[in-house]
């Protein structure tokens, strides 16, 4: 940095006739540290360092290295606009131009180093690998964002291990574990080298080898773990680092160091006793025990250090980029134009008017090409163009040593390019590129298929399904063949299918030929021989021309199966089933013909045909009284004896007992002498019984036993809800839908009908506080009507609290149509009158609201207008508008879809709950949703004025009764809905009569207590001893003198 600023000072086109200075402080790469540098850098705006006064405030700061370092001074000299130029701090979240507007640095940001890891990555094909982040910003932010670039490519990351310098052993030892567990080949190490270095250590220790280790900048090209010991577990390593330059002079200028020279230079004596091994012999007094110069030593003799090695400079070169950055930007201040390389240009601002902001606003806009052809330019999150070199840890000459082989470049749209010679890479694996995936690609005829629970890179490999195929590696999806293609047994092909058909060649088709023409033939022999002996007895009474017919339709037929063989074509598909009907019907028809001829002349010839025909008509009756006559099948008419056998005198007779006997239609009769039959079981008169399985009884059916006659059943119960009224039903028949089987299931009997009664006890109590609460209304109107020229009741608007204390009595006999069986009209007056009453009702507090708020505002002494613009009628206005919305809402209600009784068979199979269905359930969630609406708007308004300064001020009241309304509705809405049959109705009359008794008592209870229990309170003295009051904490409030009363409405 210092040969930089001499370099600048010492240019004449550059800053001509000032000189940059400088001050140096050493942060020991703390975060701690940096930030007391940065609080006295800060602190030191306003000092002068010389006596002239014409030493400007600091212009720039370079810094840190470190990131966090850098986040600690761009968040401290943020607000003081001074600029924050950083060399070598790389994190993304440092291009936060929110946080840290004033931050800008000559190290790409790990964004880039992002794209640039997660290209190298997918250039060599890894999408399996394993990564290392250190315990801080750099770390967890460059995974962070390398995380991201990688998922974009589809590349998985096993796992991300954590270390930091100080960490114990046991939590390196995790890491290592974690290292030798995975089956990752490749593993990036986004860490700084301190921090990376203990467990470079370890893995060596452990000799865990095999692994192509990635880098990021911060630890490729660094000195201390480039060894031939750490070689053997990171040799081949590869990664990123920004470009190297050799700065001309730059060894010169530190060969020139010496402390003899300037004795006041920083650093110098601490480095020339670390250098040379002595102390400088003008510092003797502070030697103890240390060796002393002698005055003629230089650094000649240390020219092979690598301390003088200036052909590898990466970070020193973008020091020296970070200071010419500043003096562009002090020189385009300074002069009002960029430096061109002119010497004769004036300044147009004088140097002591520099500021800080001034400068940070020409530093974004710098833009310049250095003496090595790089430009020098920031984005407008304060980040240079991109620019790496691809190094590579080779071994040579027993030396590690870092190899360029590639380089990754962005340009300012985004875009990006990497090239790498990979021949000249050296693996740690080998020569071949190590491979690193979770599962191997997929051959063709397989498809990927993701493993549950583990990423996207872990994968089985399936066979394709027939009829589809995976022409190529990796594939993730099976594509179907065409409709004339079928998959190969690799399934990597689709191949044409096999066409089939019944050919001529083939040796069936071969057969069906030579039978075919082997049948056409004989028929054609057939007919010749038919036609040539046509004259012979035989062929004329066979009738030679239908038999010429036929078999010159057997000869058609004979042809027909050759269309069935060979390629189907359009015709042959046409004429093929063509031929064959007409050429089989005219076949059949030829053989109906001949059989019609046949039979005709039978007939003819028969003698007894006509006999036949009158014997199938006989009908008549003989001698013996018996009916003689043929059905249609020739059978005669059945008659049949009943016959028992009974032993008479040692003999067994054949007694006739009865008569079977069927008639000319079908039916029949048989009659029995059941008194005569003498039974097997002895009994004269008792018919045995004979049964598999005895008659069910009535309320069961027969069940069908698997596996026996349909004789052998079970009886089964009938189900709930159906009956069986006679004995041996196979069916239980179900009950009307207003009816239930009763317990024994062999009768039907009316379900028991249920509703909210006046006579039941929940009905007698809800009848009882809904008079009650009636009566008290009314009381209490009648307290405010004796009571009205009172204080009191002056104060809370005497007119207003009737009308509420009416519309409170209203609500409290709503609840009296809400019991009862529903009818037509008490259907459409329970919800109705609900709403209309309870809008009243919240209307009346509304007003007494406003009227509190107005009241208010009248003695503030901005609002002496106020007065009188709230009086009585635009009270009595705003109840009447808000409740004629409420009417209109149940008019619309009314007239479009009204609510009906109605009976519900849901909430139980032996009761129907008689209910009035509400017809529209938007109209009625409207009635409830306006009432919530105007309890609302009352709520906030009474709980705005709830702390008004009024002795007799009802706000509190008011919120306390309008909290307890809107408690009581909101949960009224889900006990509603979920509650069943009459409890629907109790629910709804609990919440009416619940929000009515809190109305009542919170805002008039205290108001009856004065007026009857505390009648020495109801006098205006004691309001105008209240009013004093308010009147002192007025006066406090506003500083006047001017108190206005509150007027009280009559």
Not at 39 to 45: D, F, H, P
Not at 539 to 545: D, F, R, V
Not at 571 to 581: E, I, P, Q, S, V
Request: overall charge positive; some cysteine.
């Amino acid at each position: 940095m210092i040969f930089a600023i001499e370099e600048v000072n010492t240019d004449p086109a550059l800053l001509p006739n000032i000189s940059l200075g400088y001050r140096i402080l050493n942060s020991c790469s703390s975060p701690t540290n940096t930030l007391r540098a940065a609080l006295t850098l800060a602190s030191s705006q306003n000092e002068k360092e010389t006596a002239s006064g014409c030493s400007p405030p600091i212009s720039a700061v370079i810094a840190e290295a470190g990131s966090s370092q850098s986040l600690a001074v761009a968040g401290i000299l943020g607000p003081f606009q001074v600029a924050v130029v950083s060399y070598f701090s790389t994190c993304a979240c440092l291009s936060n131009r929110v946080k840290y507007p004033t931050f800008f640095r000559t190290i790409p940001s790990d964004y880039f180093q992002a794209k640039a890891l997660a290209a190298l990555v997918k250039h060599f094909g890894w999408e399996w690998i394993g990564a290392i982040q250190s315990d801080n910003d750099y770390g967890r932010n460059g995974v962070l964002a390398f995380a991201e670039e990688v998922k974009k490519l589809k590349i998985c990351i096993a796992f991300i291990g954590t270390v930091l310098r100080t960490y114990p052993l046991d939590k390196i030892l995790k890491v290592v574990e974690m290292i030798k567990q995975s089956t990752v080949k490749v593993i990036l190490a986004f860490v700084p080298e301190g921090d990376f270095y203990p467990l470079m250590k370890e893995i060596v220790k452990q000799n865990i080898t095999g692994i192509q280790w990635i880098a990021s900048e911060a630890w490729i090209t660094a000195a201390r773990p480039s060894t031939p010991e750490m070689y053997r577990a990171f040799g081949g390593a590869l990664g990123f680092v920004v470009q190297k330059m050799d700065i001309p002079n730059l060894n010169p200028f530190l060969m020139n160091i010496n402390p003899y020279r300037n004795p006041s230079e920083p650093f110098v004596k601490d480095f020339w006793e670390i250098m040379v091994g002595c102390k400088p012999s003008s510092n003797v007094l502070d030697t103890g025990a240390a060796k002393i110069c002698l005055g003629n030593e230089t650094l000649m003799d240390y020219t092979q250090d690598v301390f003088f090695n200036v052909s590898q400079l990466r970070v020193a070169y973008n020091v020296y980029k970070a200071v010419y950055t500043i003096a562009h930007a002090l020189h385009q201040l300074v002069f009002c134009r960029p430096a061109a390389g002119g010497k004769n240009v004036k300044p147009c601002l004088n140097v002591s008017e520099i500021h800080p902001r001034e400068v940070t606003y020409h530093l974004q806009r710098v833009n310049f090409r250095n003496r090595f052809g790089d430009d020098v330019f920031f984005d407008e999150n304060g980040n240079p163009p991109a620019s790496y070199d691809v190094i590579n840890w080779q071994l040579r000459n027993g030396q590690v040593q870092h190899v360029t082989l590639g380089h990754f470049t962005s340009t300012k749209n985004g875009e990006f390019t990497l090239s790498i010679q990979e021949d000249r890479i050296v693996w740690r694996t080998g020569q071949m590129v190590p491979a690193s995936v979770c599962s191997n690609a997929c051959p063709a005829g397989t498809r990927k298929a993701q493993i549950k629970g583990k990423p996207v890179c872990c994968f089985d490999c399936v066979p394709c399904a027939e009829g589809s195929i995976a022409n190529s590696t990796g594939a993730t999806e099976c594509t179907a063949c065409p409709q004339d293609y079928w998959s190969n047994d690799k399934r990597n092909e689709c191949i044409p299918r096999e066409i089939e058909f019944l050919a001529y060649h083939e040796p069936m088709g071969v057969a069906l030929t030579a039978v075919a023409l082997l049948g056409a033939s004989l028929s054609l022999l057939t007919m010749v021989v038919f036609i040539h002996y046509r004259e012979t007895p035989v062929i004329k009474a066979s009738n030679s021309e239908l038999s010429c017919f036929l078999l010159f339709s057997l000869f058609l037929c004979f042809l027909c199966p050759l269309t069935f063989i060979g390629r189907p074509t359009v015709w042959t598909c046409m004429l093929r089933h063509t031929a064959f009907g007409v050429t089989f019907a005219l076949c059949i028809s030829c053989v109906l013909g001949k059989t019609i001829v046949v039979v005709t002349a039978f007939k003819a010839t028969h003698p007894s045909n006509k006999v036949t025909y009158h014997l199938q008509r006989v009908n008549f009756r003989n001698r013996f009284g018996d009916d003689v006559f043929f059905d249609e099948n020739g059978n005669p008419p059945a008659s049949y004896d009943v016959i028992n056998w009974q032993l008479r005198n040692g003999q067994v007779q054949h007694v006739t007992l009865g008569h079977f006997t069927s008639t000319k239609n079908g039916e029949f009769t048989l009659s029995i002498q059941e008194d005569r039959i003498v039974w097997r079981t002895g009994q004269m008169f008792q018919v045995p019984a004979s049964v598999c399985s005895n008659a069910c009884p009535a309320g069961t059916r027969k069940a069908q036993i698997k596996g026996k006659p349909v004789c052998c059943f079970d009886c089964v119960p009938c189900a709930e809800g159906s009956i069986a009224n006679s004995t041996g039903a196979t069916e239980c028949t179900a009950c009307p839908q207003d009816y239930w089987s009763n317990e024994r299931k062999d009768g039907c009997i009316p379900k028991t009908i249920e509703f909210l009664a006046y006579h039941e006890p929940m009905g007698v109590a809800l009848t009882a506080v809904a008079l009650l609460g009636a009566s008290l209304s009314l009381l209490t109107m009648v307290v405010f009507i004796h009571y009205r020229e009172t204080p009191v009741i002056k104060a809370s608007n005497s007119e207003l609290s009737c009308f509420l204390l009416f519309s409170l009595f209203l609500c409290f006999l709503c609840p009296l149509t809400f019991i009862g069986r529903p009818t037509v009209w008490t259907c459409m007056l329970r919800h109705t009158a609900f709403g209309v009453t309870f809008a009243l009702c919240i209307s009346c507090v509304l007003g007494k609201t406003i009227v509190v708020v107005t009241a208010f505002k009248v003695v503030h002494p901005n609002n002496k207008p106020a007065v009188g613009q709230f009086g009585p009628i635009q009270q009595r206005i705003i109840v009447c508008s808000c409740t004629l919305v409420q009417v209109i809402i149940c008019i619309l209600w009314l007239k479009l879809n009204p609510p009906f009784p109605d009976r519900v068979f849901k909430y139980s199979s032996k009761k129907i709950v008689l209910e009035c269905n509400t017809g529209s359930e938007v109209a009625f969630y409207a009635v409830l949703g306006y009432i919530g609406i105007l309890s609302v708007i009352c709520l906030i308004l009474a709980f705005l004025a709830r702390k008004l300064p009024d002795n007799f001020n009802e706000a509190k009241c008011i919120t306390f009764s309008m909290l307890i309304f809107c408690a009581v509705w909101i949960t009224f809405i889900p006990a509603y809905v979920s509650s069943p049959g009459k409890f629907t109705v109790a629910v709804e009359i609990f919440a009416i009569l619940s929000s009515a008794f809190g109305l009542l008592i919170s805002i008039f209870a205290p108001k009856c207590y004065i007026i009857l229990v505390k009648p020495e309170k109801n006098t205006k003295k004691y309001v105008m001893r209240l009013n004093a009051s308010r009147k002192y904490s007025l006066e406090r409030k506003y500083q006047i003198h001017n108190v206005f009363t509150i007027p009280v409405y009559e």
